[in-house]
């Protein structure tokens, strides 16, 4: 099983997918703001019409054109032009049409109505940034993008305020020495710009720009961690039952230590594949594989066993790992039993299909084993390892010449008459006593009972 977070190839596929998908609700999220800016925009060129009467007029061409930046970027992003200067473009057009807007004199107005520019600051105009603001926020899902946004719009104000500062009657400060209802009066000139409030609105829009630009970068990794969680748990989930995915997808040190303690192991195979490829496409024989591996997966995790790997044409599953529990052994045994059961009806199928009949063999045994993972840093694997799993593998590999279909130890039969489930006369039926076996490697011979041919399907 390969741990993501040491394989730098999966993890730039991850990333290479990650930002796939943000750019795909981005653009979702672009097609929102367009139609939220059309409809926001209604609304302030309605109000403006009601508040300022004729004068309000003049804003309806500036925001016709805001309106269209954002369908138009929009329309850009669904042809391909998702990067960032695209995006930056676009802003920085918004940012220059609405400062315009903002301070720009309004022809329209004239006699009384006519106000100076400086006058333009009182009206809490800056407010509109903050929409705009949101607007892109919608469309992005960057950090650097938030940021962008926040020093373009400040820009653009304190250009503003130079410009108004340009003009020779604009006032900024109060003298401290004059007397308070002569600094009310300088206050209230309309030609006054009070550079605390501008202070304060540039330092609050800093502010606020790194709050969200900090809450997209949270989000972004909240999002990569919740992905990457997900796809460790589907690896979890290929391997070990259902019912103990969960606690080990918590449980971040659950296999890093290597431990010793006792398992039932299985090794299942089908007898005579090589034989049996010779007489089927290549397309046919990774169907039936397919279908062979799928029921075995079934039947392992039905009794709560954990597939250790497919081996080919085999499978070596494990019981009583990561987790023990008083059942390994006899669980074990029913799966074992079970997996022969699949199969006959399997073979069933296809022999009404018109294909071959399929034989399986089965070794099992019980005893201590050592798991944990091994490899390197780039590439991890969970493995069990030991003596008990050798001498399954052995015990499978016996069925041949003993001429049966399964083959338990006598480890494994002792363990489950030791446990005393309630189906134990069931496990035990049609497995005898045979006599010792000598197994390939291993010294001295290996208790063992076996299931026949046919007698399973007796029961």
Known sequence: MTDPSFDPDATARLDARLGEAFQAHERQGLRLAAHLRGGASLAICVWLIILLGKAGWFYVPVIALFVASGYGHHLLSRRGFRSDMHAFGFFLFDVVIITFALLSPNPLLTGTELWPPQVSFRFGSFNYYYLLISLFLLGSYSARAMLFAGLACIIAWVGGIFWVAGFPETLFAIPTFETPLLRLERFLDPHFVSLDVRTTEILVMILSTSVLATVVMRNRRLIRRQVMAARERSNLARYFPPNIVDELAG?????????????????????????????????????????????????????????????????????????????????????????????????????????????????????????????????????????????????????????????????????????????????????????????????????????????????
């Open 251 to 459: 449980y971040d040190g659950a296999l890093e230590t290597v431990k010793s303690q006792d398992a039932g192991v299985i090794f299942a195979d089908l007898v005579g594949f090589s034989r049996l490829a010779e007489t089927v496409t290549p397309e046919e024989l990774i169907e039936m594989l397919r279908a062979f591996h799928h029921r075995m997966e079934g039947v392992v995790f039905e009794h709560g066993g954990t597939l250790d790997k497919f081996l080919g044409d085999g499978v070596m599953a494990t019981f009583g790992t990561p987790r023990t529990s008083p059942e390994d052994a006899a669980n074990a045994l029913r799966c074992a039993r079970a997996m022969l059961t699949t199969v006959d009806e399997w073979n069933g199928r296809r022999v009404a299909a018109g294909f071959p009949v399929v034989r399986l063999a089965v070794g099992a045994h019980y005893g201590p084993i050592v798991m944990g993972d091994v490899g390197s840093e780039r590439r991890l694997e969970f493995a069990v390892i030991g003596d008990t799993v050798n001498v399954a593998s052995r015990l499978e590999e016996s069925t041949r010449t003993v001429g049966c279909r399964l083959i338990v130890s006598d480890a494994l039969m002792r363990a489950v008459q030791d446990s005393k489930p309630d189906d134990l006369s069931t496990l035990r039926h049609g497995i005898t006593p045979h006599e010792g076996l000598s197994l390939r490697g291993r010294e001295g011979t290996v208790d063992v009972w076996v299931l026949g041919e046919g007698d399973e399907s007796d029961e």
